[in-house]
Every structure is written in C-alpha cells, then in structure tokens.
C-alpha cells in the first residue's frame, strides 16, 4: 500500500535559515503529492501539492518538487521566519491503490524557527 | 477560505461512556467528510468516510460499531466513541470535501483530543 516517511523532527532553524524538510514516498502509479501545515491550535492547511512528475509546487516562499526517480517531495524554503513555527505534514493521494481523496500521511515535522 | 470546525476541542470522560465529537463545514457544503485518528509521534490515519445521507466506509480495522459516524447534513458530520476504553485517547481529525471542489481538495479541522480515563 501507499506510505510516506519524513525527517523527524524537532527541527530548530534561526531566523532567515534554509530550510530543508525530507519526505519519501512509496506507492505505485502516480501518486499526488502534498504539503500540509499546521500552525498551533489550527485545522491542517494545504501549503502546496504536484500532482505529475517533475512539476514543482510553491506557495508561501515554501517549494517542493515531485521527484518520482527518487520518489521523494522535499520541502524547502530558502529564508524562515518565525511565523512558519509549525508542524508540516508531507501527505499523497492517489496511485494504484487509492482513490483519489484518500489521503496517506507522514508522522509530522515540526518547526520550530527562533529570532 | 474554507473553515471547519470541531467541537468539543478537548474532552474527558470516564471509561465506558460514550464521547460525540461534531464536525462542521462552516461556510460550504461538504458532500464528503472524513475521520482521522492521530497518536502521539505518529501520522494521521484515516478512520472513515462518509458521505451525506449515506454509511460510512470505514478502513480495515476500524471497528463500525465503535466508531459510529453521522453525516446528516451537508454541513454536519458526527464521530461517536462507543463504551470509550483508554486506548481510544487520542488525537481526532475531521475533514471536509467541497461538494463542487476537485478530488484532492480536504478542508481540516483543528481536532479534537479525547482523554479516557
């Protein structure tokens, strides 16, 4: 079945630090891939998603590219800033073995950005 | 955008009771909501599906009896905790699906952490 595996975290990042948060993935098929967020005491957001190998998803200064020869979806950012303190979910949907709306999640990384 | 809610946020109760967890779309329709379960250090594992005016589907080991699932409405959906026993503390997550979203599109709620004593 599908399955995602991502950093552990705590990660703790200084202000204006690159940031790097892996993510693998195994499923047949093609899969869409996705990030989520989740700041303290919200519901899950979407930060961005790919769908098709190759394509890159941003939002937010945040980038992830679906890389399908390393199955993997690392999210990235190139300055942090305190307010991206959260937990990110790498998640995907789809393949051979699920419908489209189910989505698999990875354990969780939080973030934890300091001034 | 879209904003679900949950409520109760927190809840405890003594073991045996039964626990009702309400989820709510709050500013669309959602022809589809979905129950997620979380522990600690773990990932979200989905409970079930429902889907308004019809059963649930539930994932391979869930138990259905336990874990009773109301979709009523198109903006109300209902987690029941059935004889709650320690080991259902957790952490639990709703999510709601526009009726006229694409697929992949899931509005979540903040959660709610049930602790059974």
């Known amino acids: 079945g599908n399955s995602v595996t991502q950093m552990e975290g705590p990660v703790t990042l200084s202000e204006e630090a690159f940031l790097t948060i892996n993510c693998t993935y195994t499923?047949?098929?093609?899969?869409?891939l996705f990030w989520y967020v989740q700041y303290p005491g919200e519901g899950l957001q979407l930060l961005l998603k790919?769908?098709?190998?190759?394509d890159k998803g941003s939002n937010k200064g945040f980038e992830a590219t679906y890389r399908k020869e390393t199955t993997s979806f690392h999210l990235e950012k190139g300055s942090v800033q305190v307010s991206d303190s959260a937990v990110y979910f790498c998640?995907?949907?789809?393949?051979?073995?699920?419908?489209?709306?189910?989505?698999?999640f990875g354990t969780g990384t939080r973030l934890q950005v300091t001034l | 955008g879209a904003v679900v809610s949950q409520h109760p946020s927190r809840v405890i109760c003594k073991s045996g009771t039964s626990v009702k967890i309400e989820c709510r779309s709050l500013?669309?329709?959602?022809?589809?909501m979905f129950w997620y379960r979380q522990f600690p250090k773990q990932s979200l594992m989905l409970m079930a599906t429902?889907?308004?005016?019809?059963?649930?589907?539930?994932e391979q080991g869930v138990e259905k009896d336990k874990f009773l699932i109301n979709h009523a409405s198109l903006t109300l959906s209902t987690l029941t905790v059935t004889s709650a026993h320690p080991e259902d503390s957790s952490f639990y997550i709703c999510?709601?699906?526009?009726?006229?979203?694409?697929?992949?599109?899931?509005?979540f709620g903040p959660g709610t952490r049930l602790l059974v004593l």
């Open positions: 999510s709601a699906k526009p009726g006229l979203a694409g697929r992949e599109t899931q509005y």
């Open positions: 499923a047949t098929g093609y899969p869409s």
């Open positions: 790919a769908t098709k190998a190759d």
């Open positions: 998640a995907l949907s789809g393949g051979n073995t699920g419908t489209a709306s189910k989505l698999t």
């Open positions: 500013d669309f329709q959602a022809t589809t």
């Open positions: 429902s889907n308004e005016g019809s059963k649930a589907t539930y």
